[in-house]
């Protein structure tokens, strides 16, 4: 298993958690404006269906990738103190990013319970994204 270099500190499940729930309401914000654009389109009582289901879903993707592949953090981590490096403390490259983003498959099953049980068990406090991606989460 990954452990940090010396000088990083990992970040633990807790904040992570918090810094998930703002990016939550960021994205569930985005969901109902995304919504109000889509509104001319069939839905079904009220919820998006088909077509514009699929391309939100890929824009939430496009958050997690974007935000942390050119900022190092979401929305959520910034405001929490928190970055994605790679192993020896580098900012977090394109690859990394989008691999981390598509690890959120697993790492969210469960309410992100598989990637909370990920970071409590690793050394480096890592997500199976983390790990995969041979990323950390680091408290500034």
């Known amino acids: 298993m990954n452990t940090l270099p010396d000088k990083l500190q990992g970040a633990g499940v807790g904040i992570r958690g918090l810094a998930m729930i703002i990016d939550t309401v ?6 109902f404006i995304y919504m109000g654009l889509f509104s001319l389109v069939a839905t079904q009582r009220g919820r998006m269906t088909g077509i514009p289901v699929g391309i939100f879903l890929v824009l ?3 958050y997690f990738f974007f935000f942390e592949w050119k900022f190092g ?65 680091i408290s500034k």
């Open 26 to 31: 960021a994205i569930v914000t985005g969901y």
């Open 73 to 137: 953090a979401t929305i959520g981590k910034r405001m929490l103190g928190l970055s994605v490096v790679m192993e020896d403390g580098a900012p977090v490259t394109r690859n990394a990013a989008a691999i981390r983003t598509l690890m959120r498959v697993i790492d969210g099953q469960l309410i992100y319970l598989v990637a909370a049980i990920a970071v409590l068990a690793s050394p480096g406090r890592q997500r199976l994204g983390d790990m995969v991606a041979k990323t950390f989460v």
């Open 60 to 62: 939430v993707a496009l």
